[in-house]
């Protein structure tokens, strides 16, 4: 299995960040951590709130644990409430279930890590997710929609 590797995730933060600027988002936090959810680099941009390091971590941590962005981790928490409730228990409280985390895949379509971005709208933290990991020429679960794996996508109505 390969991982993410610290250029790339500094690729992925600082893109991310300059974009939340240009856009004039809220002072934004974004983490990019390896499979198994080892923290791999983390920026916190000044004037952002306190326990951003911990969302952004709990973002990424939902993403890599159910194979799918943390968007779709809330929308199964709010069809299956007692489901989510007990895997974020069982995750030791760790699961943050709400939009800004997503899978990052290398070229192959394979897992190489996940980014946790917290301090916007769900959406907006999604968007720069989404436009670093594409930054730093990695793929996202979109991305590989086609490549003939299950990648925890929802089907399209």
Known sequence: MSTITLAQAE?????AIALGAELNCRPISV????PGCKVKAFKKEDGASMIRFEMAFGKAYAALSLGRSSKLV?????ERPIFMRYLIAASGEQIFPEGGGMLI???AGEVIGAVGVTGDTEDRDEELAIHGI????????????GMGRRIGLLPKP
Not at 11 to 15: G, K, L, M, P
Not at 134 to 145: I, M, N, P, V
């Open 11 to 15: 690729r992925i933060i600082d893109a």
């Open 31 to 34: 983490i990019v951590v390896e």
């Open 74 to 78: 809330r929308e199964r928490a709010v």
């Open 105 to 107: 895949r290398d070229e």
């Open 134 to 145: 594409h930054a730093a020429g990695l793929k996202t679960d979109e991305d590989c929609r």
